[in-house]
T-cell receptor, first 114, second 111 residues
Framework: GAGVSQSPSNKVTEKGKDVELRCDPI?????LYWYRQSLGQGLEFLIY????????KSGLPSDRFSAERTGGSVSTLTIQRTQQEDSAVYLC????????????FGQGTRLTVV | QQQVKQSPQSLIVQKGGISIINCAYE??????FPWYQQFPGKGPALLIA?????SEKKEGRFTISFNKSAKQFSLHIMDSQPGDSATYFC??????????FGGGTRVLVKP
């Protein structure tokens, strides 16, 4: 079956522009995560959606970052007025609800702000 | 606040040797402890996971040891192979909450 799909795979944008990154989770997965990974670094948590609960936005680095999940499926991460420090790989993951369920990651979107 | 601390940051081991990566956590509500393996240019993939009701889990050459009282868990890679060269992340999760990752360990297995 299809895994987590992210688009675009690569995005180059000019400083100050807005970008939208898309994540299509595995069908039926109610939990969805966004992480950011800078070159050679760890996984920085951004936001977590779980079913109909209010999302955990505690990892969003500034108010330029926002995310939504429509219909409990597709999610879009939006970065407004991009800065060079936003350059990173943005990873999306999804999982089933419940205890101890595996999170499956997409391949990520490599964002470069020039 | 880093809830899961991982060490070392990097590790070099000879082919056939044992790679050991350690993680410590603070939140006693965590009830699921997975390890992820990431190759360059790829997303992380689940390698092995453990629940706190067992002290050890083995899958092939990969073993998780879990010490609930010390709030520590570790990954052992036996008979390390060059194909094991990757970045490894430990993680922890409480029911209904997000996965929290350690900082990662870059493992290089020399032939």
């Amino acid at each position: 079956g299809a895994g987590v799909s992210q688009s675009p795979s690569n995005k180059v944008t000019e400083k100050g522009k807005d970008v939208e990154l898309r994540c299509d989770p595995i069908s039926g997965h109610t939990a969805l995560y966004w992480y950011r990974q800078s070159l050679g670094q760890g996984l920085e948590f951004l936001i977590y959606f779980q079913g109909n609960s209010a999302p955990d936005k505690s990892g969003l680095p500034s108010d330029r970052f926002s995310a939504e999940r429509t219909g409990g499926s597709v999610s879009t991460l939006t970065i407004q007025r991009t800065q060079q420090e936003d350059s990173a790989v943005y990873l999306c993951a999804s999982s089933l609800a419940g205890k101890g369920t595996e999170a499956f990651f997409g391949q990520g979107t490599r964002l470069t702000v020039v | 606040q880093q809830q899961v601390k991982q060490s070392p940051q990097s590790l070099i081991v000879q082919k056939g040797g044992i790679s050991i990566i350690n993680c410590a956590y603070e939140n006693t509500a965590f009830d699921y402890f997975p390890w992820y393996q990431q190759f360059p240019g790829k997303g992380p993939a689940l390698l092995i996971a453990i629940r706190p009701d067992v002290s050890e889990k083995k899958e092939g050459r990969f073993t998780i040891s879990f010490n609930k009282s010390a709030k520590q868990f570790s990954l052992h890679i036996m008979d390390s192979q060059p194909g094991d060269s990757a970045t490894y992340f430990c993680a922890a999760k409480a029911a209904g909450n997000k996965l929290t990752f350690g900082g990662g360990t870059r493992v290089l297995v020399k032939p």
